[in-house]
């Protein structure tokens, strides 16, 4: 049973960032609800009010430009951004990955910013975003701040965000001529989260040498875990199957995957480098494309 609480509906940011910073901790932002209203009804969260900053048309946008990147408001859906044909054009990573995030129903009132402030380790947008090299802006009452998306995370369900801050926007570099990234979860139902997740971006210079990595990995910590051993081991290397494979195995040691009914830590560290082996070849193709 979900505990009584206020609802509030600003109808601009500036009006729920007063509420917030009135309300302190008795309050809690609520955008889809996709999240939040499951652990309300368990019990696992009561509040005295509830901000409601989903209809908030300054934070629903999508922005693209090929100096500035990409910019994506806290309240757009994943719907939207699974749709836009500027993502899919520039970051399809990024698209397809939503196309499979829940179901249809999630994916049209659920919201990035609703996402990624959960915080849940086995979320799929964590793991391609930070793969991307993508910054969060947050704000609160004192101002906005901005910060790599890495550091936004810091533990299981636990972000950077200080009372009375939201996040505001979600910020994605352009990605550079001759990279290529891909991402996949590992699960049992097609758009359920993952039992683990890996994504992987490569960046190959003239040469078909490797100028940038990044492999991050999803639902194998308590936040997603970007693996700078393999990092170090592709930087300046050709396509090397073996390399890969050490990898694959690189990836399948450095996490702390938990145990629990739906897969071993033993089976997560498995698959995790069965992915993460994957999908640096399926990056290093497209770079290469
Ligand atoms: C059946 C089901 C299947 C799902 N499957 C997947 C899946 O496969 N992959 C996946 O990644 N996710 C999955 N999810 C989770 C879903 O993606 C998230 O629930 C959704 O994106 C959260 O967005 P929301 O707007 O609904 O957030 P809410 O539920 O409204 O809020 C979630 C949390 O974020 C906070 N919050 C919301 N917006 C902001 C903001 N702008 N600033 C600060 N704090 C904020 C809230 O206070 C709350 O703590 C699934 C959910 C369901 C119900």
């Given at each position: 049973?979900?505990h009584d609480?206020?609802?509030?509906?600003p109808?601009?940011?500036?009006e729920?960032?007063?509420?917030l910073a009135?309300?302190k901790?008795?309050c809690?932002?609520?955008?889809g609800?996709?999240?939040l209203?499951i652990?309300?009804?368990?019990?696992?969260?009561?509040?005295?009010y509830?901000?409601?900053?989903?209809?908030?048309?300054?934070?629903?946008y999508?922005?693209?430009?090929?100096?500035?990147?990409l910019?994506?408001?806290?309240?757009?859906?994943?719907?939207?951004?699974?749709?836009?044909?500027?993502?899919?054009?520039?970051?399809?990573?990024l698209?397809?990955?939503?196309?499979?995030?829940?179901?249809?129903?999630?994916?049209n009132?659920?919201?990035?910013g609703?996402?990624?402030?959960?915080a849940?380790p086995?979320g799929?947008?964590?793991p391609?975003?930070?793969?991307?090299?993508?910054?969060?802006?947050?704000?609160?009452?004192?101002?906005?701040?901005?910060?790599?998306?890495?550091?936004?995370?810091?533990?299981?369900?636990?972000?950077?965000?200080?009372?009375?801050?939201?996040?505001?926007?979600v910020?994605?570099?352009?990605?550079?001529?001759?990279?290529?990234?891909a991402?996949?979860?590992?699960?049992?139902?097609?758009?359920?989260?993952?039992?683990?997740?890996?994504?992987?971006?490569?960046?190959?210079?003239g040469?078909?040498?490797?100028?940038?990595?990044?492999?991050?990995?999803?639902?194998?910590g308590?936040?997603?875990?970007?693996v700078?051993?393999i990092?170090?081991?592709?930087?300046?290397?050709?396509?090397?199957?073996?390399?890969?494979?050490?990898?694959?195995?690189?990836a399948?040691?450095?996490c702390?995957?938990?145990?629990?009914?739906?897969?071993?830590?033993?089976?997560?560290?498995?698959?995790?480098?069965?992915l993460?082996k994957?999908?640096?070849?399926?990056?290093?193709?497209?770079?290469?494309?």
């Amino acid at each position: 049973m979900i505990h009584d609480f206020t609802y509030l509906k600003p109808s601009s940011l500036q009006e729920a960032l007063s509420m917030l910073a009135e309300h302190k901790d008795e309050c809690k932002v609520i955008c889809g609800g996709q999240s939040l209203l499951i652990i309300m009804r368990q019990g696992l969260l009561v509040t005295d009010y509830l901000v409601d900053i989903k209809h908030i048309k300054e934070l629903d946008y999508i922005q693209f430009d090929a100096k500035a990147g990409l910019k994506i408001g806290a309240t757009t859906t994943h719907h939207i951004i699974e749709t836009s044909d500027v993502i899919k054009k520039n970051y399809p990573v990024l698209a397809a990955m939503e196309n499979k995030l829940a179901s249809i129903q999630v994916r049209n009132w659920g919201t990035i910013g609703g996402n990624l402030a959960h915080a849940d380790p086995a979320g799929d947008p964590g793991p391609v975003l930070v793969a991307l090299n993508a910054n969060i802006k947050v704000g609160g009452a004192q101002g906005d701040r901005t910060m790599a998306l890495e550091d936004f995370f810091v533990d299981f369900f636990e972000t950077a965000l200080e009372e009375g801050e939201i996040v505001l926007e979600v910020q994605v570099p352009t990605p550079e001529a001759k990279t290529g990234a891909a991402y996949q979860k590992f699960n049992l139902l097609e758009s359920d989260q993952g039992m683990v997740a890996a994504a992987a971006a490569v960046t190959l210079n003239g040469g078909g040498t490797c100028k940038d990595v990044r492999v991050v990995l999803g639902n194998a910590g308590s936040k997603p875990i970007r693996v700078k051993k393999i990092e170090e081991l592709l930087t300046g290397k050709g396509y090397n199957e073996g390399l890969f494979a050490e990898a694959g195995t690189i990836a399948s040691e450095d996490c702390e995957p938990v145990s629990d009914i739906h897969a071993s830590e033993e089976h997560r560290r498995h698959l995790l480098g069965v992915l993460t082996k994957r999908m640096l070849k399926q990056a290093w193709e497209q770079a290469k494309g």
